[in-house]
């Protein structure tokens, strides 16, 4: 298990009790390779539990604007306690190693030391021109280094624009098959973390099985239920869009593979996690509340927004049962995420907790539940037809007002309330979430 500093003569150890954090070597080969550089190890290669720690980077290489130290994307390690044969050649920019006296003493005393031993005065001037020519090596090492980190940050970019672009293609070309899009999101997911993959797995799975379940019931109150369960392309886009864009974010900020949800280490990777996570428990707090709260409910649902009593399947309607049913949906995903997090993670006991995603899965079933029976009690048309006696999402002139304006469909709503509840509540997380 990697505790240990990998810096030469440095003998810091993990402890949660001392004000010394550990940083993992980049994952980026040049920045790696810089770094490798800098530890001035011969034939040293960092491994996947390689670290340094924090005493060997300056105040300056700190990200200061949140309660936790982390590093920024260009920090490199420029403080080590080398020997002085070391210290010299880190000095001079150079692989050649130069005697103490050339690196330490300076030219001055250099001169009286060689001339006291004989040396003539051009060789003198020859040692002089040869620090001189070194030094400007150094500077020259330094510019390229500076256009080297700016060439890799505009590729960065340029790598992210054509991302997004591939992605937003993918969604276009699978309008026309929903099996096709959900392949394509599967795919993503599942590159990238296996615990995504699992939760959006879990998702489907049991949001397919409780839209079937009483079906003969909802058929009589819904005037849209299909039987079987079966989605469209536009309910697999607004349900996987979200968590198929923060899948992609998540490889181009840590690459593919699980890691822990530890803000204080990786704190830009663990709020797209818990982004993805929040869209996904959202979506099946929804789904769960509406197709188990019609069907269990004793008492008629009430409108979010006035707390009046209106006909089951009404949009914004709520119970108590389905509130439940949410936060059940939303602990669930929670709960896989957290499983297959014990089974692929291999850093959890050097990492801050890892429960209170089970927690937070549940918050966002139940919060985007809620946010989402808000949007369809005052944005989503809700009609009585008194002919038939159910409920319809269209004003025609059979139906009778109930709640909403006809501005946004049942698919709207649910890809509004993914990507607010996937916005809020990662940067509540951080507050809250367990330290190491």
């Given at each position: 298990?990697?505790?240990?500093?990998?810096?030469?003569?440095?003998?810091?150890?993990?402890?949660?009790?001392?004000?010394?954090?550990?940083?993992?070597?980049?994952?980026?080969?040049?920045?790696?390779?810089?770094?490798?550089?800098?530890?001035?190890?011969?034939?040293?290669?960092?491994?996947?539990?390689?670290?340094?720690?924090?005493?060997?980077?300056?105040?300056?290489?700190?990200?200061?604007?949140?309660?936790?130290?982390?590093?920024?994307?260009?920090?490199?390690?420029?403080?080590?306690?080398?020997?002085?044969?070391?210290?010299?050649?880190?000095?001079?920019?150079?692989?050649?190693?130069?005697?103490?006296?050339?690196?330490?003493?300076?030219?001055?005393?250099?001169?009286?030391?060689?001339?006291?031993?004989?040396?003539?005065?051009?060789?003198?001037?020859?040692?002089?021109?040869?620090?001189?020519?070194?030094?400007?090596?150094?500077m020259t090492d330094l510019d390229?280094?500076?256009?080297?980190?700016?060439?890799?940050?505009?590729?960065?970019?340029?790598?992210?624009?054509?991302?997004?672009?591939?992605?937003?293609?993918?969604?276009?070309?699978?309008?026309?098959?929903?099996?096709?899009?959900?392949?394509?999101?599967?795919?993503?997911?599942?590159?990238?973390?296996?615990?995504?993959?699992?939760?959006?797995?879990?998702?489907?799975?049991?949001?397919?099985?409780?839209?079937?379940?009483?079906?003969?019931?909802?058929?009589?109150?819904?005037?849209?239920?299909?039987?079987?369960?079966?989605?469209?392309?536009?309910?697999?886009?607004?349900?996987?869009?979200?968590?198929?864009?923060?899948?992609?974010?998540?490889?181009?900020?840590?690459?593919?593979?699980?890691?822990?949800?530890?803000?204080?280490?990786?704190?830009?990777?663990?709020?797209?996690?818990?982004?993805?996570?929040?869209?996904?428990?959202?979506?099946?707090?929804?789904?769960?509340?509406?197709?188990?709260?019609?069907?269990?409910?004793?008492?008629?649902?009430?409108l979010i927004t006035t707390w009046?009593?209106?006909?089951?399947?009404?949009?914004?309607?709520?119970?108590?049962?389905?509130?439940?049913?949410?936060?059940?949906?939303?602990?669930?995903?929670?709960?896989?995420?957290?499983?297959?997090?014990?089974?692929?993670?291999?850093?959890?006991?050097?990492?801050?907790?890892?429960?209170?995603?089970?927690?937070?899965?549940?918050?966002?079933?139940?919060?985007?539940?809620?946010?989402?029976?808000?949007?369809?009690?005052?944005?989503?048309?809700?009609?009585?037809?008194?002919?038939?006696?159910?409920?319809?999402?269209?004003?025609?002139?059979?139906?009778?007002?109930?709640?909403?304006?006809?501005?946004?469909?049942?698919?709207?709503?649910?890809?509004?309330?993914?990507?607010?509840?996937?916005?809020?509540?990662?940067?509540?997380?951080?507050?809250?979430?367990?330290?190491?």
């Amino acid at each position: 298990m990697p505790t240990n500093c990998a810096a030469a003569g440095c003998a810091n150890t993990y402890n949660k009790h001392i004000n010394i954090s550990f940083h993992r070597f980049p994952l980026d080969p040049k920045r790696r390779k810089e770094w490798v550089r800098l530890v001035r190890r011969k034939n040293f290669v960092p491994g996947k539990h390689t670290f340094l720690c924090s005493k060997h980077f300056e105040a300056s290489c700190f990200d200061l604007t949140g309660q936790t130290r982390r590093l920024k994307m260009d920090a490199v390690p420029t403080i080590f306690d080398f020997c002085t044969h070391i210290k010299s050649m880190f000095q001079l920019g150079t692989t050649e190693a130069l005697p103490p006296s050339k690196a330490v003493l300076g030219p001055a005393v250099e001169h009286r030391r060689k001339t006291a031993h004989g040396m003539t005065a051009p060789r003198i001037q020859g040692v002089q021109l040869l620090h001189t020519k070194r030094a400007l090596f150094s500077m020259t090492d330094l510019d390229d280094n500076i256009c080297q980190r700016y060439i890799e940050m505009i590729t960065n970019i340029v790598v992210l624009s054509l991302i997004i672009c591939i992605s937003l293609a993918f969604w276009i070309m699978s309008m026309t098959a929903s099996t096709y899009y959900a392949l394509v999101v599967g795919f993503i997911l599942t590159i990238a973390n296996f615990s995504f993959f699992t939760s959006l797995l879990m998702f489907f799975l049991s949001s397919s099985k409780l839209t079937k379940w009483k079906g003969e019931i909802k058929k009589r109150v819904d005037s849209e239920y299909k039987e079987g369960g079966q989605r469209n392309w536009i309910q697999v886009f607004c349900n996987g869009a979200v968590p198929t864009e923060l899948a992609l974010l998540y490889m181009i900020e840590s690459g593919p593979g699980e890691i822990p949800i530890d803000f204080s280490k990786q704190y830009s990777a663990s709020w797209m996690c818990l982004s993805l996570l929040a869209a996904l428990a959202c979506s099946a707090g929804d789904t769960w509340a509406s197709e188990v709260g019609p069907v269990l409910s004793k008492s008629p649902p009430r409108l979010i927004t006035t707390w009046k009593k209106v006909p089951v399947g009404t949009n914004g309607g709520v119970t108590v049962v389905g509130l439940t049913s949410s936060l059940l949906g939303g602990t669930f995903v929670g709960l896989t995420y957290f499983l297959t997090q014990l089974a692929f993670v291999s850093d959890l006991d050097i990492s801050a907790p890892q429960w209170p995603i089970i927690a937070f899965g549940g918050l966002a079933g139940l919060l985007g539940s809620i946010v989402d029976s808000y949007l369809g009690a005052t944005m989503q048309f809700t009609g009585l037809d008194e002919s038939t006696g159910m409920v319809v999402n269209s004003p025609t002139k059979e139906a009778k007002h109930v709640a909403g304006k006809p501005i946004l469909d049942n698919n709207a709503v649910n890809l509004f309330s993914s990507v607010l509840v996937a916005l809020l509540l990662p940067t509540a997380a951080w507050g809250f979430w367990p330290r190491e």
